[in-house]
């Protein structure tokens, strides 16, 4: 039964957009459909406070313009600024900051026309192995998207081990699952010579808090 599902979920993949079947393999058409399903749902955002520029990734979790991304990235006082997958830029504002401190946070811009929302996973379900991708905006390259696996959960810190590339200003961005879904929010990496590289751990924070923010939140529609 397994093999039969997994074999129409290939299939699906594969004839979504055609040519995926014709010219990339089974990975690829993965990789190459699930960037441009969710890659128009993530923007860019620039957090300015005095001299110091704070660069960072977020995903449209609401149609009207709410964008979820690390609190990391944006202090209480900044000027904020997000350009969008189309490149508009708009002036942005903090919706929401809850008190729990797990490095969320809501901003809101007021766009010109409704923004395509991401569409959020389970990450109770997730098992070490599986395939993941991260998209966003590291050193300000806008778009970038890397691969790897869910390399260990630690429920003890309730965070998810990836090494797909992890770099600055990834934060806030997505960690997405082979069906599109956000199963993560990318949030830090590990690096004891503190030259903000990556070696392969990086860490996202699982997608079901975002979804209790946005329960405690409650007000996007």
Known sequence: MKKIIVAIFMSFLLGYGGAYAVNYSQD???????????????????AITGNE??????????????????????EDDADIEVTTFKGEVYKGSILYKPENKNDLILIKIKPKKQLPVVKLGDSAELKVGQKVLAIGNP?????????????????QRNKIQTDAAI?????????????????GISQSIYNPDNNHSNIGIGFAIP??????????YGKIK
Not at 139 to 155: A, V
Not at 207 to 216: F, G, I, S, W, Y
Request: proline fraction near 4%; charged fraction near 15%.
């Open 139 to 155: 050193f300000g390259f806008s778009g970038t998207l890397t691969t790897g696996i869910i390399s260990r959960i630690d429920y």
């Open 53 to 74: 520029v704070s660069t960072g990734t977020g995903i449209v979790v609401g149609k009207h313009g709410e964008i979820l991304t690390s609190s990391h990235v944006v």
């Open 207 to 216: 997608v079901n808090d975002v979804k209790q923010l946005l329960t405690a």
């Open 167 to 183: 770099n600055p200003g990834n934060s806030g961005g997505p960690i997405v699952n082979a069906n599109g879904e956000v199963i």
């Open 28 to 46: 690829e058409a993965i990789n190459v459909t699930v960037y441009e399903k969710i890659n128009p749902s993530i923007v860019f955002i620039e």
